[in-house]
């Protein structure tokens, strides 16, 4: 079968319809320094990573310089009668911070877990990281990947000096059990805590939000 040759005769031009939405007060478009100062706030809700308002659009626009940073987007949102920007990261680079993450890093310390394991040196999504507080008896932190999303939560000084001193596990690794099942509950484990973290309410929240039209503002 020949191919047919485009030619004048045989071509037509067809005009496509492209919606702009632009972002406006009143019957003005917002500007960059009107965008400038709304007021920057979480739109994923720590606890359970669902959206704490109504999502506008996404706005192509950096305002903190930001745009060589990990994969992320600009939302404006609805706060009850106010209007709010937020910058929302990828899943796998989002740091989302929640009290199970700390709770979870404590447990697997609990059961074992210190800077000779092979998850604390591994690269990407297998490392777990587990930082001491900036001075004696100040929180520590730990962050790790948990079903695709990045998380991040503090560690009590307790657990981080056994995690970096095997010398503190001889002496308190009851104790660690005890401080975490007082506040975990009495049949925690890093099993049941995990499930606690909300990786797919985040990977959802994200998903919408990445599909939000982009709205336009005035330079």
């Not at 060589?68 to 600009?74: M, P």
């Not at 000096?161 to 009495?186: C, D, I, M, S, T």
Request: aromatic residues 8%.
């Amino acid at each position: 079968m020949t191919q047919k040759r485009l030619t004048p005769q045989n071509a037509t031009v067809t005009t496509a319809t492209i919606q702009v939405q632009a972002l406006t007060i009143g019957n003005k478009q917002v500007t960059l320094a009107v965008f400038r100062q709304l007021e920057d706030a979480d739109i994923i809700n720590l606890l359970d990573a669902s959206l704490s308002g109504e999502p506008w659009g996404r706005i192509n626009y950096h305002p903190d310089k930001c745009a060589d940073e990990k994969e992320h987007i600009h939302v404006v949102w609805q706060e009850d009668d106010e209007l709010r920007r937020a910058t929302v990261y990828e899943p796998s680079v989002a740091s989302h911070r929640h009290p199970a993450a700390g709770l979870y890093a404590e447990a697997l310390i609990a059961e074992g877990l210190d800077y000779r394991d092979p998850r604390t040196t591994a690269t990407g999504s297998n490392r777990i990281q587990v930082i001491k507080g900036n001075a004696e008896g100040a929180l520590g932190f730990a962050r790790f990947t948990h079903r695709g999303v990045l998380f991040h939560g503090p560690v009590r000084s307790d657990f981080t000096k056994v995690f970096h001193n095997q010398y503190f596990r001889q002496h308190q690794g009851e104790q660690l059990w005890h401080q975490l099942r007082h506040v975990a509950g009495p049949e925690a484990t890093s099993e049941s805590i995990a499930e606690r973290l909300p990786a797919l309410g985040y990977t959802t929240s994200w998903q919408r939000l990445k599909e939000l039209p982009q709205l336009f503002i005035a330079v």
